[in-house]
């Protein structure tokens, strides 16, 4: 007697989703483009749980991506386009492809980052002939401070790179006295723009060298911000301060009040 083959976890999961498709109205009329959206909302939230470290929050974020990655493997498989089976011999193709170091004969193994560059070439190699771009790929919804990480990070992958943090660090310099020369001369608009735009990219980069993610450093400046501002509310109330009134003055030296009882 043959014994019956657990179904993969991936597997269980798109049966699910089949399931649902045949039983659930809701679930049967959507669409790929329908579940755009939800799937974006879904990968932020995962993205915010990863930030917070909270492995429950994780685990349930990813849960939730997890089912609508079976959600587009079910329409695509009813379309006839592809199948799990299909999407899972591609990514192992690919990362055989990107990592020769490991599959390969003659590859030998590394690590950190000289395992980037190797990443990049397999993917130059890849786009090879077809006139594509070792920048082609990254989204062009991505948030800006994302995309400037992404970019510098694929550009550094074949050494197009500062050799250490001294470098981004002298270019934000640069690049705030850029800013600084055109505000004297009046600060055109659209220059100003320009001249912001080179400061935040500069600092992306020095983020970068310094092993630091912006996103993340950013993310910990607002919540700093946003719980130090709202001490500065909770102060003003209790003294009877109109803060939309109080003028610069008194709120900057409420925010040092308040800021040196944190620290």
């Known amino acids: 007697m043959t014994q019956m083959q657990e179904p993969s976890t991936l597997g269980r999961i798109v049966d699910l989703v089949r399931d649902l498709r045949r039983r659930c109205p809701w679930d049967a009329a959507q ?21 917070l ?25 009813e379309e006839g386009r592809f199948g799990a089976e299909d999407l899972t011999r591609s990514v192992e193709g690919k990362m055989w492809r990107r990592h020769p170091h490991l599959f390969s004969e003659t590859g030998t193994p ?4 000289a395992h980037r560059p190797n990443w990049e070439h397999a993917k130059r190699d890849e786009a090879a002939g077809d006139g594509a771009s070792l920048l082609d790929g990254i989204p062009p919804g991505l948030p800006a401070l994302l995309a400037a990480y992404r970019l510098q990070e694929r550009a550094a992958g074949v050494g197009f790179d500062w050799p250490d943090a001294k470098g981004p660090f002298l270019k934000v310099q640069e690049e705030t006295r850029e800013l600084e020369l055109e505000l004297e001369d009046g600060g055109d608009a659209d220059r100003v723009d320009a001249e912001i735009g ?7 980069n020095l983020a970068r060298k310094l092993g630091c993610d912006p996103r993340a450093a950013l993310e910990h400046a607002n919540v700093k911000f946003t719980d130090r501002f709202r001490k500065i509310e909770a102060v003003a109330a209790e003294r009877g301060i109109d803060i939309h009134s109080a003028g610069l003055e ?11 009882d944190v620290e």
Do not use: C
Request: charged share 25%; proline share 4%; glycine share 6%.
């Open 31 to 51: 669409t790929p483009a329908t579940l755009r959206p939800y799937f974006v909302e879904e990968a932020m939230e995962l993205d915010h749980a990863i930030g």
């Open 53 to 77: 470290g909270d492995p429950d929050s994780v685990r349930e974020e990813l849960g939730d991506v997890l089912l609508h990655v079976a959600f587009q493997i079910v329409l695509a498989e």
């Open 110 to 113: 590394s690590a950190g980052d």
């Open 198 to 204: 080179d400061l935040l990219f500069a600092v992306v």
């Open 250 to 260: 008194m709120l900057d030296a409420l925010w040092d009040e308040v800021k040196s």
